[in-house]
């Protein structure tokens, strides 16, 4: 039969000798001991024997009471959970003041970062399925101003040999056996610098394109590849032939002042005279002949702006016994 205990007037206290002990006894296991209201321990050490224990809070509130600014140095500026490994160092999940981390909303380092780690100091490992950020920001691993790298551990077969879709990360032995295959031909469609800010900060580049090969220095087109041969500027080369697209003369020059030809320079009959040009001797070849029977002439300031003939050995020699 239960049993109420009403006190209406004043605070029920029950109070033993010195350091005793208050023990609720249900007699079973099974038992329950419901308490009604606030329940407020003081004391250093609260101990749970509970197998399972529930609780029915959505938030558990650690270093409750904490004023000013962050966890105080009374409490190692650290709060957290630590669990029990027996023999080993208890493992520990806590807030940092002391640890900093990369902000990518502001660009900046900020104190105040968690921590998995064991009692001793060492850092901890974690499992997970996955890790998203906010869909707001970039995702950024904060290096700490270190010369450490990022690196995957433990790849059944070579992480770079289980690379297969478009948004798997590559690693530096990938990108080396990529570079690497079919006899050191990599298949790429462009090459650019400087390297960031993309193709279209480039201010050298080298496109592939279906029917084209174009070259950029300083985002302006230098060289281009095509059916039609290779344009370089006004140059234009074309299976035998080597031609100026532009409006200007093709000029052959050398920076020791000699143009060797090492064959025979065959010269294309020209319908019409060539203009004078002032400081210049001009050198073309006609199907009609005139008397120095050889129908190859110049032009040049000594001829008077007029074309003149060069004359073959023969014709010389009829002439000289002429005269």
């Known amino acids: 039969m239960s049993k109420v205990l009403n006190v209406s007037n004043g605070d029920y206290r029950v109070r033993v000798q010195p350091s005793g002990n208050i023990i609720l006894d249900t007699q079973s296991t099974n038992g329950k001991i419901l308490i009604i209201g606030n329940l ?8 749970l024997e509970s197998t399972n224990t529930q609780i029915k809070d959505n938030i558990l509130q ?24 027996g023999n ?30 064991t009692a001793d100091g060492i850092l901890s490992g974690l499992q997970a399925a996955s890790i998203s ?12 101003n270190s010369t450490y790298v990022l690196r995957v ?9 289980n690379i297969h879709d478009d948004n798997d990360l590559i690693n530096r032995k990938y990108l080396y056996n990529y570079v690497a295959a079919s ?3 990599a298949t790429v469609d462009r090459i650019y610098f400087p390297t960031t800010g993309g193709i279209g900060g480039a201010t ?15 985002q302006t087109t230098k060289a281009l590849i095509t059916t039609s041969g290779l344009t370089v500027n006004n140059i234009n080369l074309y299976q035998d032939t080597i031609t100026d697209i532009g409006s200007n003369n093709l000029i052959l020059t050398s920076t020791n002042n000699n143009v060797e030809v090492d064959a025979v320079l065959n010269l294309q009959d020209q319908t019409s005279t060539p ?3 002032s400081g210049k001797t001009m050198i073309y070849s006609s199907n009609t002949q005139g008397p120095g029977r050889t129908g190859i002439f110049f032009t040049n300031s000594q001829a008077s702006h007029t074309a003149d003939e060069l004359i073959s050995r023969t014709r010389a020699l009829a002439l000289s016994i002429l005269l």
């Open 40 to 47: 407020d321990v003081q004391g250093q050490l609260t101990y």
């Open 62 to 85: 650690l270093n409750v009471g904490q004023t000013g600014n962050g966890i105080s140095s009374a409490n190692n500026y650290i709060s957290g959970i630590e669990i029990e490994r």
């Open 88 to 117: 080993y160092s208890p493992a520990q999940l806590v807030f940092s003041e002391q640890v900093s981390h990369y902000n990518p909303v502001t660009s900046s380092e900020v104190s105040g970062t968690f921590i998995m780690r």
């Open 133 to 144: 950020n906010s869909g707001t920001t970039d995702f950024v691993f904060d290096m700490q």
């Open 153 to 161: 551990a433990n790849a059944n077969g070579g992480y770079e040999n």
């Open 183 to 185: 006899n050191g031909v």
């Open 204 to 218: 050298s580049s080298i496109e592939a394109f279906g029917s084209s090969i174009v070259f950029q220095i300083s």
């Open 275 to 277: 203009t004078y040009t």
